[in-house]
Structures are given as C-alpha cells and as structure tokens.
C-alpha cells in the first residue's frame, strides 16, 4: 500500500531523495564515511554546502546583495533573533498578527521592543489576512513582520506587502518554494526546514546585507547574524546532515522544473482539495476564499462525533498524520511540495466515500 504522509511538519520528504540518501548514507560519493560522519570544514562537506547555497540562490534568484544563512534553532530562534538584529537603535516594529504563529512572532518581540500591530484577523478566528488598506503602518518602525503562511489556520497571503523604505520580514516556513516569489522585496525571510524543505534541525535565514551588523545589545554570539555572515555559517558545528538533505530537495525541485513549475502543481493539488470541500456541505473550510493556503488545508465534517471513525478509514487506506492541530481540531492536510497529485487525488476519492457512508 502508498502511505500519503500529511503532516504539517516534519513532513512528507521527495521518495526519490529518501531513496538517494539511503544509496549514499554508508559511502558518500566514496569518501569513505556517511555525511553525518563527515567533519563539517572539510572539502566534501565545505563542496556541498555550497552547492546547496547555489541551488537555493538559484531558485528563489535570491540577488548577490543577500546572504543565505544555514541555522539551527527553527523559526522560533528567528522570533527573537530578527528584533536582536533588526531592531537597529529603533525603539519598535509593526506586526501583523493572522493566527497561532504570528502571536508568538508578536510574543517574542515585546522583549526587545513596543510591537504595534499594524491589523489583526482575531475577530474572525484567524480564518483571513486584513488587506494592506486596513493596516495601520507606523512610518518609524524598524521592520514590518508578517506570515504569509499561518501552518494551523491554513491562511496564506499571496500578495507582497508594500512597505516603502521599512524592511519587510517574513516567516515563510510553510511557503517557502512552494511557488516564485520576489525576494528583492524582503529584508528577511527565514523558515524552519522541516515543513517544505528537508529534515527538522535546519532553520533558513535570507538577509539583506545592509540590516547585518547592528544587534541590541548583549545579543548572543550564536544569535547574531553577523557571525554566520562572516562565516559562511560555519562559526560552529551546522545541522550538516540536514543540509545535505536539503540540498538534495533542492536539485529535485531544480530538475521538476524549479518554482514555477512547483506553483502549477501545488495549485493543481490544491485545487483538487478545495474544489471537493466546496462540492458538499459535508465538509467545509473554515478559510476566506481569498486566503485558502496551497499548502495547509485545514477542514472540518459537519459532524465532528464522525471525526475519529474519518481519521481510522483514512488510515486504513494510507492517508495518514490528517488530524488537525490540537488547537483548532476538525482535519489538516498539509500538501506541500513532496505530496504528490496522486495523494491528494486518493484523499479526495476518500472524502468523496465517506460522505457516502456516513452523510
Ligand atoms: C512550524 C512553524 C514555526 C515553528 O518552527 P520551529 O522550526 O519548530 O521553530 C514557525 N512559524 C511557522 C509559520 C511554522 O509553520
């Protein structure tokens, strides 16, 4: 039986990348020793490193005035690392809050500063992002944060804020290469690996050159993007197993044809998804039409006595990890890009049974 893996992460990897780290995991490439094994300033793994830098700049055409860093620590280290870098002698920062993963960016940034939220979706439930027009910019803040994926709510925003000369900083954990975007636009981008990009222990940092350098004070060493800056995010030891698996994805993408070709997919599977939900009343998406996630797909049967007997038949059949977040119940599935369109079509197939069934 093909198990289809929805979780939102750690996630569904590409079968043809599991199958080459397993072909390469005793001897890789003849050095003799696994990549775990491998020290990290040596020239096979200093080699793929940087092949992974290149393939990364080479897909988001990340422009030569940024830096990519290779981080641990996951997206939540970036909720107090971007205001410690950020801050720059600027007393705050605007948020925009649209669920679970804004509030704890929001959380994590009154430490350093006054945070203003610049709008928020609260009084709907999380289930839509405020359009710029209803934003309230504050013209001194250091940098404006926003998520353009919320994982739990499955709200995406597929537009670029405007933010004149203030820095635009995105937590795209769940949306990173999941279609093209223009990174000239941003000041930050950071995201954990685990969701749409490799193995957990990996966290991304892009970052515009001119906003290094300036950390509050009695910042960390290990929290200042300056050092890894400086060197080549080897300052200690990387998540390096989780980078060469990376960097594998990375060429996969290459291969099926890079973000564009991915975004077709993805639109492809989510359609499928959505198109099914709004089919019956059965189901249904708690989500604005307008900010319907590509890749978390929060949904809810009418009758949540049915859930348990809904998650048992889908397991059975290989759908599995499709239980919604504990914080907001009702079904998930994450589609990210290593969910192939089979998976979601056998998922809808199984929808489509179990109203039968049980409507
Ligand atoms: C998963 C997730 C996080 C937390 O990531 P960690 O790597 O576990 O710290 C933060 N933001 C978003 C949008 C996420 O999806």
Redesign the pocket.
């Known amino acids: 039986m093909t198990i289809y893996n929805f979780s939102?992460?750690p996630a569904v990897l590409p079968r043809d990348v599991l199958l080459q780290v397993q072909a390469e995991m005793i001897n890789w490439h003849g050095s003799g020793m696994s990549v775990m094994e491998m020290s990290h300033r040596g020239k096979e793994f200093m080699g793929i490193a940087a092949e992974a830098e290149a393939d990364l700049r080479e897909l988001m055409g990340v422009p030569v005035h940024y830096k990519v860093l290779f981080l641990q620590?996951?997206?939540?280290?970036q909720f107090a690392m971007v205001p410690m870098n950020l801050l720059r002698g600027k007393t705050g920062a605007d948020y925009l809050n649209t669920g679970e993963?804004s509030k704890?960016a929001i959380k994590e940034a009154k430490r350093y500063g006054a945070v203003n939220v610049v709008a928020t979706s609260e009084d709907k439930h999380f289930s839509y992002a405020p359009t710029q027009d209803q934003w309230k910019l504050d013209p001194d803040a250091a940098y404006v944060h926003y998520?353009p994926?919320?994982?739990i709510g499955g709200v995406e925003i597929f537009w670029t804020p405007e933010t004149g000369s203030v820095p635009l900083v995105a937590?795209m954990?769940?949306t990173i290469l999941s279609r093209p975007i223009d990174v000239s636009k941003f000041g930050v981008i950071y995201a954990?690996a685990?969701?749409n990009i490799g193995p957990?222990g990996l966290?991304i940092v892009i970052v515009r050159e001119d906003l290094i350098g300036q950390t509050v004070p009695g910042t960390p060493t290990m929290f200042d993007y300056k050092i890894h800056a400086d060197n080549e995010s080897m300052y200690n030891t990387p998540a390096t197993f989780s980078l060469y698996t990376a960097g594998l994805v990375f060429k996969w993408l290459k291969a099926r044809g890079g973000l564009a070709a991915m975004e077709n997919t993805n639109r492809e599977k989510a359609n499928l998804l959505y198109d099914a939900l709004d089919a019956t009343d059965f189901y249904s998406s708690p989500v604005a039409k307008e900010n319907r996630s590509l890749m978390n797909v929060p949904f809810t049967l009418k009758d949540a006595a049915l859930d348990e007997a809904f998650l048992k038949g889908a397991k059975e059949l290989g759908l599995i990890q499709l239980k919604g977040h504990r914080s907001v119940g009702g079904m998930r599935a994450s589609i990210y890009n290593a969910m192939p369109v089979e998976g979601v079509r056998a998922l809808v197939d199984y929808m489509g049974e179990f109203e039968k069934s049980h409507g």
């Not at 620590?73 to 280290?77: V, Y």
Request: net charge neutral; proline share 0%.
């Open positions: 939102a992460g620590g996951g997206a939540s280290s993963w704890k998520t994926n919320e994982t937590d954990s769940s954990g685990q969701k957990a966290t």
